[in-house]
């Protein structure tokens, strides 16, 4: 084990970079919490007509968490812990990968394991790395509510919940390394658990118990399935539940010792789940770069495709809910929170019957996930890059613009086609709805609207990647988190205007007015485009960054 620590250390050393910027995303992003929950839900009235809305809408349940009262620690708490639970899932499990699976991959495995290292060290290393990362992120959490005056037990809890689920996922993320044949496939496989687990919370939430109070509840037995779940249960600020933190722990360790069991016992290179044989001749598609890039990320993209889908169906069927909620005596009460609550969603100075600001407010988080599956088809480009395809594809005759290009095109396509579907399973949702015909104008704008601010983001994350490749994938990461925080959540969170301008979805045409101004969209298309025409410029001119 003398080698564990050098091993260590360049663990540290490859991820410096993108440990900083997760460390700066996950305190931002509580700063920025702390800040919307002072400033605009400032008093308990306020507060307490929220949660009443929160507790009668199964939508927003499922977005955000289970209420536990109005204190404001406990209310920050509610809002924000199911998006930094999958935040520090997906870091987690990335992690885990790359240094397993990916390794492996690129040789690097085969040269440490004949030395004497042997082949637990290096596992046993990236198992250290997360859980030191895991600790980290807990600290940073529960240091920064305590800065700003929360109970001590209470802030020592939230983060002791954040480096648990952390655990519980990094845990995840070296058993599906030693499942899948490739470092893609175990990333697919472990964002999948990681969605499934915050789907199974949201479901839990949704279908929890109101407490007699009116202001609190206990989630259903969905939500036990789920490691932000249990996080979410420990309850910080109000119940203080200390023992779900050993389900995630124990996930962890038994996970870790199974993988361990795995690697001691398999052949290198080698997997649970054997790779699917190929064909025997490449079909005619996989003759230039674009049809070479698609069947690299199909089934990602397919994948998102039918997440927004989804989304989409579950907007439009449930929109006549809200309307009835509104006709009923306990929703009118809240009418008008429930109205500046949906418009913060829709945009600046969005205007319409809720109804209409609902559905447009919703289906921006349909924008969120277009720009989700749009990065990460660009930052593919950067794994390719890294692990050497790229350096193979280009020694043929094909250029770097349009091997570049292909990426691009795919992001477009992705973006595009997880709107596209979200529209239709939002109009397959409104079928039987009364007013159907009027709103499906109103959904079609509404995915329409989303484009342009998503196309920004995927060609400022091409632009990362052309100007500063080796730091692409956190920047493109980064730039992603911090869009849509500034312009999807921070009407909510209360943000100034200068800031939230900052990103395009704060630009999204307000579909929702009278005579919807579309002159922004135009903008945002036309910065797009350049901005993606002079990173493929850029990346025509540059060399190649090879190394990891």
């Known amino acids: 084990m003398k080698t564990l620590p050098t091993l260590l250390w360049l663990r540290f050393r490859r991820d410096r970079w993108q440990i900083l910027v997760w460390l700066l995303l996950f305190a931002l992003l509580e700063v920025v919490a702390h800040t919307g929950v002072t400033e605009t839900y400032g008093n308990d009235a306020e507060r307490a007509g929220v949660i009443r809305l929160v507790i009668v809408t199964p939508a927003i349940l499922m977005l955000r968490g289970t209420p536990q009262g109005t204190q404001p620690?406990?209310?920050q708490f509610f809002l924000l812990f199911g998006f930094l639970g999958i935040m520090i899932g997906l870091m987690n499990t990335f992690l885990a990968v790359r240094h397993t699976?990916?390794?492996?991959?690129?040789?690097?495995?085969?040269?440490?394991?004949?030395?004497?290292?042997?082949?637990?060290?290096p596992l046993l290393a990236t198992a250290l790395e997360g859980f030191i990362l895991s600790a980290a992120v807990g600290l940073l959490v529960g240091g920064i509510a305590l800065l700003y005056g929360a109970e001590p037990i209470g802030a020592l809890l939230f983060g002791s919940a954040m480096a648990a689920v952390g655990i519980a996922y990094l845990g995840v993320g070296l058993a599906c390394a030693q499942l899948m044949r490739t470092s893609r496939g175990a990333n697919g496989l472990a964002s999948a658990i990681v969605v499934l687990g915050y789907a199974f919370r949201?479901?839990?939430?949704?279908?929890?118990?109101?407490?007699?109070?009116?202001l609190s509840m206990e989630a259903g037995w969905w939500s036990w399935l789920s490691p932000i779940g249990w996080g979410q249960a420990v309850a910080p600020y109000t119940h203080q539940n200390?023992?779900?933190?050993?389900?995630?722990?124990?996930?962890?360790?038994?996970?870790?010792?199974?993988?361990?069991?795995?690697?001691s016992n398999r052949d290198l290179d080698s997997s649970i789940i054997p790779e699917r044989a190929g064909r025997l001749h490449a079909p005619r598609a996989l003759a230039g770069p674009l049809g070479l890039v698609w069947r690299v990320l199909r089934n990602p993209v397919i994948g998102w495709v039918i997440g927004g889908a989804l989304f989409g169906l579950f907007i439009g069927?449930?929109?006549?809910?809200?309307?009835?909620?509104?006709?009923?005596?306990?929703?009118?009460?809240?009418?008008?929170?429930?109205?500046q609550m949906l418009a913060s969603f829709a945009g600046p100075d969005a205007e319409g019957t809720l109804i209409d600001l609902f559905t447009t407010g919703i289906f921006s988080l349909v924008g969120i996930l277009a720009a989700v599956g749009g990065v990460q088809a660009v930052m593919r480009a950067r794994q390719d890059e890294a692990g050497g395809s790229a350096e193979v594809v280009l020694a043929a005759p094909?250029?770097?613009?349009?091997?570049?290009?292909?990426?691009?095109?795919?992001?477009?396509?992705?973006?595009?086609?997880?709107?596209?579907?979200?529209?239709?399973?939002?109009?397959?949702?409104?079928?039987g709805a009364p007013d159907a015909g009027e709103r499906m104008s109103t959904i079609a704008e509404a995915g329409l609207a989303q484009l342009p601010g998503c196309l920004v983001v995927v060609a400022v994350a091409a632009l990362a990647f052309a100007v500063l490749p080796r730091l692409s994938i956190a920047l493109g990461w980064a730039v992603l988190v911090l869009a849509i925080l500034l312009g999807q959540f921070g009407g909510m969170l209360g943000l100034p205007d200068w800031l939230r301008d900052l990103s395009p979805f704060s630009h999204t045409p307000v579909v929702t007015a009278e005579t919807v101004d579309w002159a922004a969209?135009?903008?945002m298309f036309g910065i797009a485009v350049g901005v993606a025409a002079v990173a493929a410029v850029i990346v025509r001119r540059r060399d190649l960054a090879l190394s990891a």
């Open 73 to 75: 620690d406990a209310f």
């Open 101 to 121: 699976r990916g390794d492996e991959e690129a040789g690097r495995a085969e040269l440490i394991g004949a030395t004497q290292a042997g082949r637990i060290a």
């Open 202 to 214: 949201a479901i839990g939430d949704a279908t929890g118990t109101v407490q007699p109070d009116g």
């Open 242 to 263: 200390a023992w779900p933190l050993l389900l995630c722990l124990g996930v962890g360790v038994v996970l870790f010792a199974v993988s361990a069991l795995l690697q």
């Open 317 to 339: 069927a449930i929109g006549q809910s809200v309307v009835e909620l509104i006709q009923q005596p306990e929703g009118a009460a809240v009418s008008e929170t429930i109205g």
């Open 398 to 431: 094909v250029s770097r613009f349009h091997w570049f290009s292909a990426y691009l095109l795919i992001g477009a396509v992705s973006v595009l086609g997880v709107l596209a579907f979200g529209v239709l399973g939002a109009m397959v949702g409104l079928t």
């Open 521 to 523: 969209a135009w903008a």
